[in-house]
């Protein structure tokens, strides 16, 4: 189970206008914060490469772009590892690869049967190229929502029940979508709404073009599969940025919504924005790299993925120039100080003398100790204080000779200066019968 998946923004914004509203508080529109009362951005220190040519077995073109982390063991109950990073070619074919590791520190393998999506899907289309994936958990479908251009005119949406092997499910936007002119319809990122009063559960950042312009475009959806799109874009060239941005992702960072992009100046910004997707700050470099490149200018950093888990903050990108990109990554000490619990939860299901069990595992890495509960619907244990560094893994029996599918609940307790702090996390565990 994540500690920290993508974060369910509409619950963080929603939360925060109800506790307003039980003070007797008038709820606005979330407004963007002056410069003074932001929080430092995390400084990120280069950490390496992830796709290394040499060592990669599908690798038709040299050059790997558009990482997308996904916490499997959320989702999935026998995963490859702990993390899936997705990630693709993009000049012909492209093709739709998977790497994961138990660790984001690495070391990543790579999945034996890449690509899982490539660009000849029949009879659902055939194109030059797919890439630039961009996952999230569906959670009205209850499946993994695989969102990827191909070609560069259209987004699509294929989805899985083990981030594996994915069935095609329709275009999401398209050039005609975005108005007159558009050329370029691709390198989506989609996430959970963050406007709590919003008729729509899921948002959109994807890069158009018109005129050999490339800005960011918001699209919103009510169940990930048919979208909105607005007629104004929410990111355009200007003087921080170049001519051209593209690749957005929204990133939430103590309390403040920004739109992160890479630009035609080689750099990864961020600008403010607010839960509606309307109003932005002005751009501050989150990311660069002063390594000359060969050409003598600065070395490309772009597509920016944000991972904040293990007490650590986790800065995926691609980098290099065009068709000679890498994913790399880059990490920081500095961890959200609103995310008081950091517990990897686990479950796996087994055997024992004829009797179905599950073996729930928490380990707490939330630098304090935590009350845990692990609960399924046969047995439940808890656990008080469980230290920073610590595990516990007991054995809950179904007491009978099989469990159905289903999941160990994870209740978190822990008290910080006097204010009681809860959450819930899961994991999902297999049937078996013994």
């Given at each position: 189970?994540s500690?920290?998946?993508r974060?369910?923004?509409?619950?963080?914004v929603?939360t925060?206008?109800?506790?307003a509203?039980a003070l007797?508080a008038v709820v606005?529109a979330?407004a963007v914060?002056?410069?003074?009362?932001?929080?430092?951005?995390?400084?990120f220190?280069?950490?390496?490469e992830i796709?290394?040519d040499?060592?990669?077995?599908?690798?038709?073109?040299?050059?790997q772009?558009f990482?997308s982390v996904?916490h499997a063991?959320?989702?999935?109950a026998?995963?490859l590892?702990e993390?899936?990073?997705y990630?693709a070619?993009?000049e012909n074919?492209?093709?739709i690869?998977l790497?994961?590791a138990?660790?984001?520190?690495?070391?990543w393998?790579e999945?034996?049967?890449n690509?899982?999506?490539a660009?000849?899907?029949?009879p659902h289309y055939?194109?030059?190229?797919v890439?630039?994936p961009?996952v999230i958990?569906n959670?009205?479908?209850?499946?993994?929502f695989l969102?990827?251009?191909?070609g560069?005119?259209?987004?699509?949406i294929a989805?899985?029940?083990?981030g594996?092997?994915f069935?095609?499910?329709?275009?999401?936007v398209?050039n005609?979508?975005?108005g007159?002119?558009?050329?370029e319809?691709s390198?989506?990122?989609v996430?959970?709404?963050?406007?709590?009063?919003?008729?729509?559960e899921y948002?959109?950042?994807?890069?158009?073009n018109?005129?050999?312009?490339?800005?960011?475009r918001?699209?919103?959806?009510v169940?990930g599969?048919?979208w909105?799109?607005r007629?104004?874009?929410i990111?355009?060239?200007?003087s921080a940025?170049g001519?051209n941005?593209?690749?957005?992702?929204?990133?939430e960072?103590?309390?403040q919504?920004?739109?992160i992009?890479?630009?035609t100046?080689?750099?990864?910004l961020?600008r403010t924005?607010d839960?509606?997707?309307?109003?932005?700050?002005?751009?501050?470099?989150?990311?660069?790299l002063p390594?000359?490149?060969?050409?003598?200018g600065?070395?490309r950093?772009a597509s920016?993925?944000?991972?904040?888990?293990e007490?650590?903050t986790?800065?995926?990108?691609?980098?290099?120039d065009?068709?000679?990109a890498?994913?790399s990554h880059?990490v920081?000490?500095?961890y959200p100080s609103?995310?008081?619990?950091?517990?990897?939860v686990t479950?796996t299901?087994?055997?024992?003398?004829?009797v179905a069990?599950?073996?729930?595992?928490a380990h707490n890495e939330?630098?304090r100790a935590v009350?845990?509960r692990l609960t399924t619907p046969?047995a439940?244990?808890?656990?008080t204080g469980?230290a920073n560094?610590?595990?516990?893994?007991p054995?809950?029996?179904?007491?009978?000779?099989s469990v159905?599918?289903?999941s160990?609940?994870?209740?978190?307790f822990v008290?910080?200066d006097?204010?009681?702090?809860?959450?819930?996390?899961?994991?999902?565990?297999?049937a078996?019968?013994?």
């Open positions: 189970m500690r920290h998946p974060p369910r923004l509409r619950h963080l929603a925060a206008a109800a506790a509203l007797g606005a979330p914060p002056t410069a003074e009362a932001l929080a430092p951005l995390p400084v220190t280069e950490a390496g796709t290394v040499s060592q990669l077995t599908y690798n038709p073109t040299g050059e772009i990482p996904l063991s959320e989702y999935f026998n995963p590892g993390w899936y990073l990630y070619p993009h074919p492209g093709g690869s790497m994961y138990d660790d984001l520190d690495g070391p393998t999945y034996t049967a690509p899982v999506v660009n000849v899907w029949q055939s194109t030059y190229h890439s630039s961009d958990w959670t009205q479908a209850d499946k993994l969102y990827f251009h191909g560069n005119d259209v987004t699509r989805s899985s029940d083990d594996i092997t069935d095609y499910e329709k275009i999401a398209s005609a979508m975005g007159t002119g558009v050329t319809t390198y989506a990122r996430f959970p709404h963050p406007d709590p009063a919003s008729a729509y948002a959109m950042f994807y890069m158009d018109v005129n050999n312009s490339r800005r960011i918001v699209a919103e959806s169940d599969l048919d909105v799109v007629p104004t874009p990111v355009t060239g200007g940025e001519a941005v593209s690749s957005a992702n929204l990133w960072w103590e309390g919504l920004y739109v992009y890479h630009a100046t080689k750099k990864i961020a924005i839960a509606t997707l309307t109003t932005t700050g002005p751009a501050a470099l989150l990311y660069s390594t000359a490149a060969p050409n003598g600065a070395l950093v920016p993925e944000i991972v904040s888990a007490g650590k986790y800065l995926f990108y691609e980098r290099g065009r068709l000679d890498t994913i880059a920081s000490d500095a609103d995310q008081p619990f950091d517990v990897d479950a299901s087994s055997c024992a003398n004829g069990r599950v073996v729930a595992s939330s630098g009350d845990i046969f439940d244990r808890k656990f469980v560094g610590a595990t516990v893994s054995t809950l029996s179904a007491g009978a000779a159905a599918a289903g160990v609940t994870a209740s978190l008290r910080i006097g204010v009681a702090k809860t959450a819930t996390v899961t994991a999902p565990y297999a078996i019968t013994c």
